[in-house]
């Protein structure tokens, strides 16, 4: 089992920039793939970004590419995803998940492990 806590979501002007963190506890040795995915309303679920947990190499979705980076503490166990530049688009609840196969996907169905999610809102 791996536990995920999201923190860091909140409100903000358009063209700000926002820290998402998710401390990650349990069995994280067993993870492969972290990821941020997000859901707005009436919408489903969008991936954001992934990362390597034990090597490297990154990935982002279209939309968000140039303005968002993960990155993650293997020493304490957090994953970051350090927003900027953010639209009214990006509204929305902003998930941490865990994938513990070593295929990478963007499909949110193929991660095993998920956070309660922070709520992130950009007003215009």
């Known amino acids: 089992q791996i536990q995920l806590v999201e923190s860091g979501g909140g409100l903000v002007q358009a063209g700000g920039s926002l820290r998402l963190s998710c401390a990650v506890s349990?069995?994280?040795?067993?993870?492969?793939?972290m990821a941020w995915f997000r859901q707005a309303p009436g919408y489903g679920r969008e991936f954001v970004a992934s990362?390597?947990?034990?090597?490297?190499?990154?990935k982002y979705g279209d939309s968000v590419k140039g303005r968002f980076n993960i990155s993650k503490n293997l020493v304490r166990n957090l994953v970051y995803l350090q927003m900027s530049s953010l639209e009214p688009e990006d509204t929305a609840i902003y998930y941490c998940?865990?994938?513990?196969?070593?295929?990478?996907?963007?499909?949110?169905?193929?991660?095993?492990?998920w956070g309660q999610g922070t709520q992130v809102t950009v007003s215009s």
């Open positions: 998940a865990a994938r513990t196969s070593p295929v990478v996907t963007d499909d949110a169905r193929g991660y095993d492990y």
């Open positions: 349990g069995n994280a040795f067993t993870s492969v793939f």
């Open positions: 990362i390597i947990w034990h090597g490297s190499g990154t």
